[in-house]
């Protein structure tokens, strides 16, 4: 089942949800579905699905319950696994470096070059040594493949999918 929102935005509950911080969503959202088994399921239909484990192990096809929307190591974009495809991640296999002489001039070493705001401000001179590219030409990649989950907790399997 998709996510939807059917909270009108126009309501006073609505306009709460839009306005709350990401970290009193969540624990508003944990402490209803620790109090409804209802919400409880619910969230856990559209949150979790069931991977099954390609790897080598004793139990050929185990199933396992795994989130849905995840980060991705490459991309690092959120990404649901019940739709990734080798063409959904679009990512730079090696890092960007400065290598444009604008970020030099009147420098004389006074200030770091490496920054965000600089890879902001001077996109063209951050090259990528996979593809001879840079910022501003090809910000989003050189490869395509499938999204890679992060892992931030536990060691990732070598291949698993969802079904």
Known sequence: MPITEEMPEATTLGRAINDASDKT??????????????????????????????????????????????????????????TNTEENCRYHPASSEPTGEDLYIDNYDEFEVDTDEMREEFPECFTFACCDGNLKDNPYGCVSDFHREQYPDQKASKRSRAV
Request: hydrophobic fraction near 30%; charged fraction near 35%.
């Open 25 to 82: 969503l969540r624990a508003v959202f944990k402490s209803i579905c620790a109090k409804n088994d209802e919400a409880r399921k619910e969230a856990e239909s559209q949150l979790l699905v069931t991977a099954t484990d390609t790897e080598e192990s004793s139990d050929n096809n185990k199933k396992r319950q795994v989130p849905r929307y995840t980060f991705c190591v490459n991309c690092e974009k959120e990404f649901d696994v019940t």
